[in-house]
């Protein structure tokens, strides 16, 4: 076809779109393609503008490493990584315990027994004994299903950024018993701000942003049979629930952590205080498929400053 003006361009893009075989990805890519163009057209799109765009785009690539990915970072900060999981996952119960995967998921973390530690070097925080249970939608235990587990320290690293922590600190992999439980003691994590040296940062600061993620845990149970389920477990005391970063906390998904001044706890080497921390995980038939891991390595170099941005009233563009 012969360009004539705008919408001609838009049919001609349509109508080799329309040639793939494949009819998921000719599905996604006719929508993208009419999404993208009504969008340049509904914001009036300047020549200017559409350059930044391109170069806010490449960037993202040229920052995400073996130990960081802000392409991921991006689509939690817009709230598409919320959105893709809430629209595939809960079906007719419409609640779920699925959650976002997150920018720091590695794979090959330690098999670590029942019970055991996932604090893998001197690492702050209060110790917490945690208990879960995985359960299919008939509320029967899901025995021997993997579940991994990984999170910030309680100054807000994950190890992958902090070459003060050992490898694979505050990760490990554990078994569900005949009951679908597992347990394991860690330290409480704390909330921590995302990065914002790259173009993440700036779209949070134009909007006036903060840039904190609430303190929790992540939890990817895998088993065959059933669709491998991300989540995260947000503390019920964390003063950012409701205005996360990456938009991921669900009522669903807040935990309580119990407090415990006077109790012995259940590792008799722990003096002072600790912290308890139970909670239930449905998951659902389907493909128990892992997808490539965001992160590959522990960073090489320094660990990064935290900045933390406020919540203004008011965004700048920087």
Sequence with gaps: MIIQNQADLTRAVLAEVARTPDPRLRRVLSAAVQHLHDFVRDTELTEAEFRQICAVIAKCGQLTTPSHNEVVLAAGSLGVSALVCLLNNGGSMGETTANLMGPFWRQGSPLTPHGGSIVRSPTPGYPVFVKAWVRDEADQPVARAEVDIWQASGDGYYENQDPQQADMNLRGKFMT????????????????????????GALIRAQGRHNMRPAHIHFLIHKPGYKTQFSQLYSSDDPHLTTDVQFGVTQALVGEYVLHEDQPAPDASIAGPWYSLEHRFVVTPGEAALPPPPIT?????????????ERTTQGELS
Excluded: M, N, W
């Design 177 to 200: 018993d005949a009951h679908g439980c597992i347990e394991f003691r860690t330290v409480k994590p704390s909330g921590y701000p995302i990065p914002v040296d790259g173009p993440v």
């Design 297 to 309: 390595a522990k960073t090489q170099g320094p660990r990064p400053p935290l900045v933390v941005l």
